[in-house]
Nanobody, 126 residues
Framework: QVQLVESGGGLVQAGGSLRVSCAASGRTFSTYAMGWFRQAPEKEREFVAAISWSGGRIIYADSVKGRFTISRDNAKNTVYLQMNSLKPEDTAVYYC???????????????????WGQGAQVTVSS
């Protein structure tokens, strides 16, 4: 079992920055890959970014490429999502997720992820 807890969400003006964190517990953090997803009101959940266990593989959704940065600190059992140049359309609940099977990969398909956090609200005002 893996428990994931997001933190760091909040309200920010357009053009601002915010960092959300996801603390993991229950299994050795370096044995699995991590992803970030988001869900805006009345929309499907969508992929944001993913990182392999070592950080050697990273992928981003086109909509956030160049603005968001995913990283992880295996010593702290934490994955981060640094969000810069935020836009109102980035407003969503942000979820972290753990892929227990393919730790050397960074995948965008949410069906590949086994555990999910409860989500953190990020609101970007115009």
């Amino acid at each position: 079992q893996v428990q994931l807890v997001e933190s760091g969400g909040g309200l920010v003006q357009a053009g601002g920055s915010l960092r959300v964190s996801c603390a993991a517990s229950g299994r050795t953090f370096s044995t699995y890959a991590m992803g970030w997803f988001r869900q805006a009101p009345e929309k499907e959940r969508e992929f944001v970014a993913a990182i392999s266990w070592s950080g050697g593989r990273i992928i981003y959704a086109d909509s956030v490429k160049g603005r968001f940065t995913i990283s992880r600190d295996n010593a702290k059992n934490t994955v981060y999502l640094q969000m810069n140049s935020l836009k109102p359309e980035d407003t969503a609940v942000y979820y972290c997720a753990a892929d227990m099977t393919r730790r050397n990969w960074a995948l965008s398909d949410e069906a590949q992820y086994d555990y999910w956090g409860q989500g953190a609200q990020v609101t970007v005002s115009s």
